[in-house]
Nanobody, 115 residues
């Protein structure tokens, strides 16, 4: 049974930081590309950042320079360090694991940026 469990969301003031983590089980983690998506109310889910099995990373333009994605294959975890947070970063953040036609999602964690 595949499980992706996110943690680390919460309420933070503009300019603050949060670190999201996703713990994976039931997959050969090192083979999967891991990504973070987010979905704000009334908007479509969008890709935030992805890290390939080779460690290469890509970011949405809106988060470049502020967010950093990383993975630990020994612990089967992927993290998203979010700095200089803005109110427009408010969304439910989802962890995603993808390998060819296989894709799995976590249940999501709420991030709210507000003063």
């Amino acid at each position: 049974q595949v499980q992706l469990v996110e943690s680390g969301g919460g309420l933070v003031q503009p300019g603050g930081s949060l670190r999201l983590s996703c713990a994976a089980s039931g997959i050969t983690f090192s083979l999967y590309a891991m990504a973070w998506y987010r979905q704000a109310p009334g908007k479509q889910r969008e890709l935030v950042a992805v890290i390939g099995s080779d460690g290469n990373t890509k970011y949405a333009d809106s988060v470049k320079g502020r967010f950093t994605i990383s993975r630990d294959n020994a612990k089967n975890t992927v993290s998203l360090q979010m700095n200089s947070l803005k109110p427009e970063d408010t969304a439910v953040y989802y962890c995603n694991a993808k390998l060819k036609l296989l894709a799995y999602w976590g249940q999501g964690t709420q991030v709210t940026v507000s003063s």
